[in-house]
C-alpha cells in the first residue's frame, strides 16, 4: 500500500530500492461489515490516499509519510468509501516523529489530532495499543487492512483485509540490509499476501492489537512481492504515544 506523493521522498527511495508508500492490500478479501471499526481515511479532495487507525477518542495513529499540505480530513465509521454515512473528522494538528526523515532510516509514525472528539458507537471504536513486553513470535498470523490498491493499478471502495505472518527479522534483513530497528515484516516475501499504495498508515493488527504501522515495501512491486512487507514496531513508541495523547500537543 503506497501513497506516492512526494517527489523528493519518491527519488530517495528509489535509490534505497523501496517505496515508502504501502499500497493496496493483495490478494485479500472484504473485510467483514461490523469489524475494523478503528479503521480511518487520510483524504484530500482527490479523495483517499493513507490509511490510519483511531486509538482515543480524539488521535489517529498512521505513517508520518503520509503528512501531506493537502490532507483535509479524516474519515470514520465507514468500510465503503463511498457511503453517505462516513463519519468525518478534519485534522487539527499533525504530530510526525521527531526523529522521522524518511522511511528507510525508520522512525515512520504521526500521530494526528482530530478537531473534534469521536463519539464512540458500534459504528466508531479505538482498537488497543501493545504493551512494550508484547512479543510477537515468528510465523504468528496476524492481518492488515486497507482501501488501497488490490493490484498495481487498480484502487477499491470497499476495505479489504489478508492475513499476513510474521517474518524472523534476520531472514527480512537478508531482504533489506539496512532494516530500522524499530520495523517489524510481515507478508510480501515467498507469498502473494501484502498490503500495497494507498495503505500506508494502517494498522497490523495481532491477537486483536495493533502491533505495526503500514511503512514500505519494494518499488511499489505489488502484483509480485519479492521482499518482506515492513511496518513500524508500535512498541518502539509508546512513550512518545502516550505523552502526545497525554498533553494533546506534539
Same mark, same amino acid.
Given at each position: 500500500?503506497?501513497?506516492?506523493?512526494?517527489?523528493?521522498?519518491?527519488?530517495?527511495?528509489?535509490?534505497?530500492?523501496?517505496?515508502?508508500?504501502?499500497?493496496?492490500?493483495?490478494?485479500?478479501?472484504?473485510?467483514?461489515?461490523?469489524?475494523? /471499526?478503528?479503521?480511518?481515511?487520510?483524504?484530500?479532495?482527490?479523495?483517499?490516499?493513507?490509511?490510519?487507525?483511531?486509538?482515543?477518542? *480524539?488521535?489517529?495513529?498512521?505513517?508520518?509519510?503520509?503528512?501531506?499540505?493537502?490532507?483535509? /480530513?479524516?474519515?470514520?465509521?465507514?468500510?465503503?468509501?463511498?457511503?453517505?454515512?462516513?463519519?468525518? $473528522?478534519?485534522?487539527?494538528?499533525?504530530?510526525? @516523529?521527531?526523529?522521522?526523515?524518511?522511511?528507510?532510516?525508520?522512525?515512520?509514525?504521526?500521530?494526528?489530532?482530530?478537531?473534534?472528539?469521536? @463519539?464512540?458507537?458500534?459504528?466508531?471504536?479505538?482498537?488497543?495499543?501493545?504493551?512494550?513486553?508484547?512479543?510477537?513470535? *515468528?510465523?504468528?498470523?496476524?492481518?492488515?487492512?486497507?482501501?488501497?490498491?488490490?493490484?498495481?493499478? /487498480?484502487?477499491?471502495?470497499?476495505? $479489504?483485509?489478508?492475513?499476513?505472518?510474521?517474518?524472523? +527479522?534476520?531472514?527480512?534483513?537478508?531482504?533489506?540490509?539496512?532494516?530500522? *530497528?524499530?520495523?517489524?515484516?510481515?507478508?510480501?516475501?515467498?507469498?502473494?499476501?501484502?498490503?500495497?499504495?494507498?495503505?500506508?498508515?494502517?494498522?497490523?493488527?495481532? $491477537?486483536?492489537?495493533?502491533?505495526?504501522?503500514?511503512?514500505?515495501? +519494494? /518499488?511499489?512491486?505489488?502484483?509480485?512481492?519479492?521482499?518482506?512487507?515492513?511496518?513500524?514496531?508500535?512498541?518502539?513508541?509508546?512513550?512518545?504515544?502516550?505523552?502526545?495523547?497525554?498533553?494533546?500537543?506534539?
Amino acid at each position: 500500500m503506497y501513497a506516492l506523493h512526494k517527489l523528493l521522498l519518491f527519488h530517495v527511495l528509489i535509490c534505497l530500492g523501496q517505496n515508502g508508500n504501502g499500497g493496496k492490500i493483495i490478494d485479500g478479501t472484504i473485510a467483514p461489515e461490523n469489524s475494523m /471499526r478503528y479503521m480511518a481515511s487520510l483524504q484530500n479532495n482527490g479523495g483517499h490516499f493513507c490509511g490510519g487507525f483511531l486509538i482515543s477518542k *480524539d488521535f489517529v495513529l498512521t505513517a508520518a509519510h503520509c503528512d501531506s499540505p493537502t490532507l483535509s /480530513r479524516v474519515v470514520l465509521g465507514t468500510h465503503n468509501l463511498k457511503q453517505a454515512d462516513k463519519t468525518e $473528522r478534519y485534522v487539527a494538528k499533525k504530530c510526525k @516523529h521527531p526523529s522521522y526523515q524518511n522511511v528507510g532510516t525508520g522512525n515512520d509514525i504521526m500521530l494526528l489530532k482530530l478537531s473534534s472528539e469521536v @463519539h464512540l458507537s458500534q459504528a466508531v471504536k479505538v482498537i488497543p495499543l501493545p504493551s512494550s513486553d508484547m512479543n510477537i513470535q *515468528d510465523n504468528e498470523m496476524c492481518h492488515v487492512a486497507g482501501w488501497g490498491l488490490t493490484r498495481t493499478e /487498480r484502487v477499491v471502495d470497499d476495505l $479489504r483485509v489478508v492475513d499476513v505472518s510474521i517474518i524472523n +527479522r534476520n531472514v527480512c534483513k537478508k531482504e533489506w540490509p539496512h532494516l530500522p *530497528d524499530n520495523a517489524i515484516c510481515a507478508g510480501g516475501y515467498g507469498t502473494n499476501k501484502g498490503f500495497c499504495q494507498g495503505d500506508s498508515g494502517g494498522p497490523l493488527v495481532c $491477537r486483536g492489537v495493533a502491533v505495526g504501522v503500514v511503512s514500505f515495501n +519494494r /518499488r511499489a512491486n505489488c502484483n509480485y512481492p519479492d521482499a518482506p512487507n515492513v511496518y513500524v514496531d508500535i512498541s518502539k513508541f509508546l512513550p512518545w504515544i502516550n505523552k502526545v495523547l497525554k498533553e494533546k500537543n506534539c
